[in-house]
């Protein structure tokens, strides 16, 4: 069982930018997926950006650009920076990760961290 605890989420003016952390209480280096998602009031959850099992780096249209995803295996933590932000960037953001163990799929995702951009 792998817990995900976001947190760097906040208020944030027009342009400013934010750092997601989201910390595995396990390892995630037999991690296939890692993502960010997001969910805004009213909308759907959709994809912001991912790393998928071949390294390959992935980003929705109104993320491409503004912000990056990365990992540190070391600290078992998965980080979505944001720069530029806009209005329309404001949900509540969640992490997730997807680990295969003894040949079983397992998808994990944290309990979510807001995100507004104000000003």
């Known amino acids: 069982q792998v817990q995900l605890v976001e947190s760097g989420g906040g208020l944030v003016q027009p342009g400013g930018s934010l750092r997601l952390s989201c910390l595995a209480s396990?390892?995630?280096?037999?991690?296939?997926?890692m993502g960010w998602y997001r969910q805004a009031p009213g909308k759907q959850r959709e994809l912001v950006a991912e790393i998928t099992s071949g390294g390959r780096l992935n980003y929705a249209d109104s993320a491409e650009g503004r912000f990056t995803i990365s990992r540190d295996y070391a600290k078992n933590t998965v980080y979505l920076q944001m720069n530029s932000l806009k209005p329309e960037d404001t949900a509540v953001y969640y992490c997730?990760?997807?680990?295969?163990?003894?040949?079983?799929?397992?998808?994990?995702w944290g309990q979510g961290t807001q995100v507004t951009v104000s000003s």
């Open positions: 997730t990760v997807q680990i295969v163990k003894t040949g079983v799929t397992t998808r994990y």
């Open positions: 396990g390892s995630i280096f037999r991690a296939n997926y």
